[in-house]
T-cell receptor, first 114, second 112 residues
Framework: ETGVTQTPRHLVMGMTNKKSLKCEQHLGHNAMYWYKQSAKKPLELMFVYNFKEQTENNSVPSRFSPECPNSSHLFLHLHTLQPEDSALYLC?????????????FGEGSRLTVL | DQQVKQNSPSLSVQEGRISILNCDYT??????FLWYKKYPAEGPTFLIS?????DKNEDGRFTVFLNKSAKHLSLHIVPSQPGDSAVYFCAADGTSGSRLTFGEGTQLTVNP
């Protein structure tokens, strides 16, 4: 496997469910990111991890809980979500936080909250 | 306050013609700009970038122009091909870090 892979690609959940999104990067990068893409809106940065340490939480509600056990894996734990949380969640990685800005994205996890 | 704006949600051009995608920014601290391309059901992929010390960067059919005084950049695709049909995101970086600020995206459709 190469690049950044995300699972699941599609997820439908109820408002009371608990689920997790998984991201794995095979690029040897040290920084990983969660972005949210809603229709007709810019990509919104949610969380940044650098060398497994969270370096940014962009005022994300606590119903989204990230976890980064190592530099290659990033999770987004979801619980008691709202329908407006339905979106495409994109994971990305970069060499580290001080790079030239190029991010490598996964294919995204399309989340639908009923 | 949206710091990177792509005012055209969609653009349609004929195959072989030029596609021009525009992007405006408000933060004068931005010093590095990137374009990403996104096909349906795929993540965005890096296309081309430009540093604020330049006003033009060319890579094959793709050229990015930067007008710092106008805080405007544009992506030119010549000649346009049907495979270029995708959503194009403009992004800006104001530090040495990788916290990019993205625009809303422009859906480009190249008609055969």
């Amino acid at each position: 496997e190469t690049g950044v892979t995300q699972t699941p690609r599609h997820l439908v959940m109820g408002m009371t469910n608990k689920k997790s999104l998984k991201c794995e990067q095979h690029l040897g990068h040290n920084a990983m990111y969660w972005y949210k893409q809603s229709a007709k809106k810019p990509l919104e940065l949610m969380f940044v991890y650098n060398f497994k340490e969270q370096t940014e939480n962009n005022s994300v509600p606590s119903r989204f809980s990230p976890e980064c056990p190592n530099s290659s894996h990033l999770f987004l734990h979801l619980h008691t979500l709202q329908p407006e949380d339905s979106a495409l969640y994109l994971c990305a990685s970069s060499q580290d936080e001080t790079g030239t800005g190029e991010l490598f994205f996964g294919e995204g996890s399309r989340l639908t909250v009923l | 306050d949206q710091q990177v704006k792509q005012n055209s949600p969609s653009l349609s051009v004929q195959e072989g013609r030029i596609s021009i995608l525009n992007c405006d920014y408000t933060n004068s601290m931005f010093d590095y700009f990137l374009w990403y391309k996104k096909y349906p059901a795929e993540g965005p992929t890096f296309l081309i970038s430009i540093s604020s010390i330049k006003d033009k960067n060319e890579d094959g059919r793709f050229t990015v122009f930067l007008n710092k005084s106008a805080k405007h950049l544009s992506l030119h695709i010549v000649p346009s091909q049907p495979g270029d049909s995708a959503v194009y995101f403009c992004a800006a970086d104001g530090t040495s870090g990788s916290r990019l600020t993205f625009g809303e995206g422009t859906q480009l459709t190249v008609n055969p």
